[in-house]
């Protein structure tokens, strides 16, 4: 099994194998981290500029009468500001989303394709889905998480769920080992999954 997130899973006695690997693990957390820093630097420029601008036209202007003109001004030039802060505000939720899965998912692995089914990793137990009771694997897309991700449904309407982003296998890999392991009658639903690399940091 490799480390390297680009490269294809290879089959392990009988079964093709998705992991979080330790190095992976740990790169998405301060890659997670590290954007937030950015944003927050790129919120306090923006405030620093609309509070200028806003100074600068009220004096000369005054805030009284307050017209519709003067207020779509006022409301211009904290645009940047409220941009930034909206960035942030889903960025920070999106960490939140990666942490959780950090904080439930530990490196290893977490889903194991044989031929009989799947084999999932919980936070507590290890489940055994076979193949007659999974409706379909597919791409979801999420917006309170840093990309899609890889949700397995099963029959009964619930499902089981883990980030692209954190995984050591990309999407056509794990297409290609449902594809095999399941005979032919399974695939993964790649309809969303054209953005997949912005599990990197979007």
Known sequence: MTTD???????VHTAFTVSVTPALFAERAA???KGLIGLIFSLVISIAISVTLLRRYLESSGLLPLTPMKLFVIVLMCAPTLYSLGRL???LLRHRGLR????????GQVMRIERLGLVLRHSDHVEYLPWAQVAAVRGVRRWD???PE???ERTDGTHWAVPFAILDVLPGGIDGGLYAYSGGRLNLDMIVCDDIWSGKGR
């Open 89 to 91: 505000i889903v960025r």
């Open 145 to 147: 998480t840093p990309g």
């Open 100 to 107: 959780r899965a950090l904080r439930v998912l530990v490196p």
């Open 5 to 11: 997130p680009g490269a294809a899973a290879q089959p």
């Open 150 to 152: 890889l949700r397995v």
């Open 31 to 33: 890659f997670a981290k």
